[in-house]
């Protein structure tokens, strides 16, 4: 998240320098290649290395000539799904020798409640003087140089001229602002994919309570969506994970001392999904000589970022099931990926994870049994 705002911000005409602790990142950046995909992105990159606007460093010295330090380093939750708090705070501290008074420190990661009061604390024990804001990022990953563009910025500071000071950075590609507390905005990013998490699960269960019956969703979905107003907005059903919508229910129930049982209802019923579309398999079939088939490794469609991505769990249980399993994915990475042709050629069975364009206009062998959740084979564009 943090490589397309830093090139926005220099193709606005700021001088910008981007400090990662992945040496091979930097590398990259500085070669004018882009670590992921990214609409539009490689293009910048390039042109913002040439006219000199943008600089990648591994060493975080550069940081004590910024008049702006925004931070964005993950925050995943740990294995037990609880949030880590330490992440930023050691992230604050190995560069705290280049801190210096006057600077503004945006927080741009997704954080736990009150994490920016206490940073700003923390600095201020520290006997520095560092205007802090929170500043959440809500691009849609891969998009997310268009939609800095078209988004309202939050800011969340607790004193005027701190938001004022932010306003003018942000102000180099938007003039829509949301003006909060700290707290409230790290607050309004978590209820934001908590609300998109819980979403995704009351479909996925509406799925799955009609599959269960043996109806087709497809037709019931169309009739609850089409010219009616009050289904506005209404998704379909498919896996929901990847490295936000999970992690930042979790964090939010945490935060309401897990009292949040429409959020942990939400995750039982996303994270079953894959076991429910293979129990759908073996209602057509025996699938212990089978072999499967997963098309589309990605958390969502058209991406190329694995992380937290429900096929690796599909994969896991049908393991259990069947006599092989082949994955594909057209974008994704991973040596352990085999491709779409020979996926097509082998499965008996086929299951659409990550609705990619390309499997629209896959042809399924009459023989072979396909579970596509996401209604994407066949379907228009
Ligand atoms: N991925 C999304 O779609 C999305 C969307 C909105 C918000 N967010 C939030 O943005 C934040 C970043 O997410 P991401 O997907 O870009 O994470 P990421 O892990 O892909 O990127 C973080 C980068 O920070 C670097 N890093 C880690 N520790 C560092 C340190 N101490 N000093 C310097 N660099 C360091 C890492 O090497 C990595 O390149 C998270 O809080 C996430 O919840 C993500």
């Known amino acids: 998240m943090g490589l397309p705002l830093a090139l926005t911000f220099a193709d606005s005409g700021l001088r910008t320098d ?47 000539q910024c008049s702006f330090i925004v931070l964005v380093i993950g925050t995943p939750v ?51 003087d560092i205007a802090v804001a929170f500043c959440p990022e809500r691009v849609a990953e891969g998009f997310s140089i268009r939609e800095f563009r078209t988004l309202p910025q939050i800011v969340g500071a607790s004193e005027q001229s701190t938001r004022d000071a932010v306003r003018k950075l942000f102000g180099r590609f938007t003039d829509d602002f949301i003006e909060m507390q700290p707290i409230e905005a790290e607050l309004c990013k978590l209820m934001t994919n908590a609300w998109r998490y819980i979403q995704f699960a009351t479909i996925n269960q509406f799925y799955m309570i009609a599959s269960e019956h043996g109806l087709d969703f497809n037709a019931i979905l169309h009739g609850c969506r089409y010219k009616y107003p009050r289904t506005a907005g209404m998704p379909g059903p498919g896996l929901a994970a990847g490295p936000c919508l999970v992690k930042d229910t979790m964090q939010l129930a945490a935060f309401s001392h897990n009292s949040f049982p429409l959020g942990h209802a939400a995750m039982v019923i996303n994270e079953s999904l894959p076991a429910h579309l293979i129990d759908l398999a073996k209602r057509k079939v025996d699938l212990t000589e089978k072999t499967c088939g997963i098309l589309g490794m990605a958390f969502k469609a058209e991406s190329d970022d694995p992380r937290d991505s429900l096929s690796y769990k599909f994969r896991k249980l049908l393991l259990l099931e069947c006599k092989e399993v082949l994955c594909s994915d057209p974008y994704v990475h991973d040596p352990q990926l085999t491709t779409l042709e020979d996926v097509l050629r082998r499965a008996d069975v086929l299951f659409v994870a990550a609705p990619h364009q390309v499997y629209r206009k896959l042809k399924v062998r009459p023989d072979q049994v396909l579970i596509d959740v996401w209604n994407c084979v066949g379907s228009e564009p």
């Not at 992945?22 to 040439?50: C, D, S, Y």
């Not at 740990?78 to 801190?99: C, K």
């Not at 008074?101 to 940073?119: A, C, K, M, N, Y």
């Open 18 to 64: 981007i400090y990662d602790i992945n040496t091979k990142t930097i590398e990259k950046i500085r070669q004018g290649i882009m670590p992921f995909t990214e609409e539009g992105g490689e293009e910048m990159l390039k042109r913002v290395l040439a006219n000199g606007m943008l600089q990648a460093h591994d060493t975080p010295e550069l940081i004590s």
């Open 78 to 128: 740990d294995e037990h799904r609880n949030p880590n708090f330490t992440g930023i705070q050691r992230a604050i501290e190995g560069v705290i020798s280049h801190l210096r008074d006057g600077q503004t420190l945006i927080l741009r990661s997704t954080v736990f409640p009150g994490l920016s009061h206490h940073v700003k604390q923390y600095l201020r024990r520290q006997g520095l």
